[in-house]
C-alpha cells in the first residue's frame, strides 16, 4: 500500500502564502502522479492540482486556483508539495493529498488509489 501524510496546513490572513507537503511511503513513488484535491465544509470535493510522475513536466489546475498555486515534486525525498499564494477565504478547506499508479495527472479523483488524512487550511479575512 501507499501511505500519504499531510502537513503544513494552519491559519492564515488573507493575502498570505502556505506551503502542505505530503510525503509518501510504501510504494515506488516517482512511478506514481500525485494530486491536490480540497473539501469545504458543505460542499464537494473540488480538484486543486497534479503533477505526472516525471515531475514538472506536466501539471494541471484548478481553474480557481491556477496562477496562485503550484505543485511540486521530489521524488528523491518523496514528497509532493503544493505552494499556495495570494489566498483567500475561498481557499478555506480540508486539502487531500491523493496518489494515482498512472504516470499522467488527472482532474477527476476516480484514478488516485490512495489519500491522506487531509490537512485543515483557514484563511481569515
Known amino acids: 500500500q501507499v501511505q500519504l501524510v499531510e502537513s503544513g496546513g494552519g491559519l492564515v490572513q488573507a493575502g498570505g502564502s502556505l506551503r502542505l507537503a505530503c510525503a509518501a511511503s510504501g510504494r515506488t513513488f516517482s512511478n506514481y502522479a500525485m494530486g491536490w484535491f480540497r473539501q469545504a465544509p458543505g460542499k464537494e470535493r473540488d480538484f486543486v492540482a497534479a503533477?505526472?510522475?516525471?515531475?514538472?513536466?506536466?501539471?494541471l489546475y484548478g481553474d480557481s486556483v491556477k496562477g496562485r498555486f503550484t505543485i511540486s515534486r521530489d521524488n528523491a525525498k518523496n514528497t509532493v508539495y503544493l505552494q499556495m499564494n495570494s489566498l483567500n477565504p475561498e481557499d478555506t478547506a480540508v486539502y487531500y493529498c491523493?496518489?494515482?499508479?498512472?504516470?499522467?495527472?488527472?482532474?477527476?479523483?476516480?484514478?488516485?488509489?490512495?489519500w491522506g488524512q487531509g490537512t485543515q487550511v483557514t484563511v481569515s479575512s
Open positions: 491523493a496518489a494515482s499508479p498512472t504516470a499522467f495527472p488527472s482532474a477527476r479523483a476516480a484514478p488516485y488509489n490512495y
Open positions: 503533477i505526472s510522475w516525471r515531475g514538472g513536466s506536466s501539471t
